[in-house]
């Protein structure tokens, strides 16, 4: 599994600073996550996963999750969320980045920051001996804090030989619930963050999930162990702070 999140933190890496404003298509960019899988003899999770057509789910402005990738011009001004798994020897990870691209609306940075920033207080609760909606409870505390909405109708999991396994990690509900975490668990946390209301609705396609009321979406994702050392990131981006 940590050989797996190296190949996603990779790809995410490299997925972001290829955004041309203007000029990069969604497309481009799952053509591109697909030939870093390759180059690194790694599996998609995604692709064929229940008829999923892509490597790679592109998510832009009012779309939450599992928007496929096509024609779509990425625009001055987008956000983009890049969500990717990557599966080395049977192990899966995976993780989640929301960038800007180019110049974008302060309130649109500051979503992404609180999106982040959410992501890492859940993470911060994967101790061993907690509950697992300690970590729920952290997130939505911190969103709502910033008078965003947690989105319900989707969750984080477990993930291992398989990309979605037991148990689910809702990013929302009160604390001291749930399994409590135990060494060795591997956990792919996963907050959506709305900046109007929770509810989401799905598109014509049958994939893509987008905000009911429009408005825009971020979502950040790591896969983590839990150890008697701390929650371990394995999906951890070179340079990338760890804000505790």
Not at 71 to 80: F, K, Q, Y
Not at 87 to 96: C, E, K, M, R, T
Not at 163 to 182: A, I, K, S, T
Request: with cysteine; aromatic share 4%; charged share 20%.
């Amino acid at each position: 599994m940590r050989a797996a999140g190296k190949v996603v933190a990779e790809a995410l890496t490299r997925l972001e600073a290829s955004i041309i404003p203007g000029k990069t298509t969604t497309a481009d960019l799952d053509k591109l996550a697909a030939a870093i899988l390759s180059e690194r003899n790694a599996l998609p999770s995604f692709k064929g996963y229940r008829g999923y057509p892509a490597v790679l789910c592109v998510a832009v402005n009012e779309e939450v999750v599992h928007a496929i990738p096509g024609a779509r011009v990425l625009r001055e001004g987008d956000i983009v969320g890049m969500d990717i798994g990557a599966i080395v020897q049977g192990y899966h990870a995976d993780a989640a980045v929301t960038v800007p691209v180019g110049e974008v609306a302060p309130a649109a940075l500051n979503l992404l920051r609180v999106t982040r920033e959410a992501l890492f207080r859940g993470i911060a609760q994967a101790q061993v001996g907690n509950r697992l909606t300690d970590i729920s409870h952290a997130i939505q505390q911190y969103v709502e804090q910033n008078d965003y909405s947690v989105v319900r109708d989707l969750v984080g999991h477990g993930i291992g030989r398989s990309m979605h396994e037991d148990p689910q990690v809702p990013n929302y509900g009160p604390p001291g619930r749930g399994p409590v975490l135990r060494e060795g668990m591997t956990l792919a946390i996963e907050p959506m963050v709305n900046m109007g209301g929770p509810e989401v609705e799905t598109l014509s396609d049958r994939w893509t999930m987008v905000t009911k009321d429009r408005t825009l979406s971020a979502h950040f994702e790591h896969t983590i162990a839990i150890t008697s050392q701390g929650p371990d990131i394995l999906t951890l981006r070179e340079g990338e702070d760890i804000p505790f």
